[in-house]
T-cell receptor, first 118, second 113 residues
């Protein structure tokens, strides 16, 4: 079945440091890939997405490139800020779930806690 | 612009009690879903609906029921609460099932004692 694996956390960085959070996936079909962010006490919100191979999603200085050959969707930011402290989830949406039926659910990684210090 | 609204935000139940978590969206989305979030496990799908009158099970449906009588509302019912259902529950909606952004509510933190 579908699965998403994220790098182990938590990740602690100083302000203006470079951020990478690794994400790899397995899927039966040709999925869309997402990064969601969860700020303290809030629900998840979409950070960026990519729907086909070699697409680059970007938002708020974050970027991720859909790499079909390595089944990866790593999140990067060149200079993090204290306000980026949150939990980051990699997720996929596979239009053909188990059994070949159209399912459409989001499969999430376990989440990576990011803390940025001044 | 309310988006997805969940109530209550916090709840404590005794083992064996039942309750309903409410979820409403005002974006006219057809696809709605319920997830539970547990430490180190990400979010796991409980039930989902592709439109009014249509629901189906996700990967962890046991102990939960849903119904979808209107496009706007998608309540989650705990039939007989157990400590294993202690979790944070999120409702989400999206315009279609795949390839589009899912909008999440703020969550309900449930503790079963």
């Amino acid at each position: 079945g579908d699965s998403v694996t994220q790098m182990e956390g938590p990740v602690t960085l100083s302000e203006e440091a470079f951020l990478t959070i690794n994400c790899t996936y397995t899927a039966t079909g040709y999925p869309s890939l997402f990064w969601y962010v969860q700020y303290p006490g809030e629900g998840l919100q979409l950070l960026l997405k990519a729907t086909k191979a070699d697409d680059k999603g970007s938002n708020k200085g974050f970027e991720a490139t859909y790499r079909k050959e390595t089944t990866s969707f790593h999140l990067e930011k060149g200079s993090v800020q204290v306000s980026d402290s949150a939990v980051y989830f990699c997720a996929l949406s596979d239009p053909r779930g188990a059994g070949g039926t159209s399912y459409g659910k989001l499969t999430f990684g376990q989440g990576t806690i990011l803390t940025v210090h001044p | 612009n309310a988006g997805v609204t969940q109530t209550p935000k916090f709840q404590v139940l005794k083992t064996g009690q039942s309750m309903t978590l409410q979820c409403a969206q005002d974006m006219n989305h057809e696809y709605m879903s319920w997830y539970r979030q547990d430490p180190g496990m990400g979010l796991r799908l409980i039930h989902y609906s592709v439109g009014a009158g249509i629901t189906d099970q996700g990967e962890v449906p046991n102990g939960y029921n849903v119904s979808r009588s209107t496009t706007e509302d998608f309540p989650l019912r705990l039939l007989s609460a157990a400590p294993s259902q202690t979790s944070v529950y999120f409702c989400a909606s999206s315009r279609q099932a795949t390839n589009t952004e899912a909008f999440f509510g703020q969550g309900t933190r449930l503790t079963v004692v």
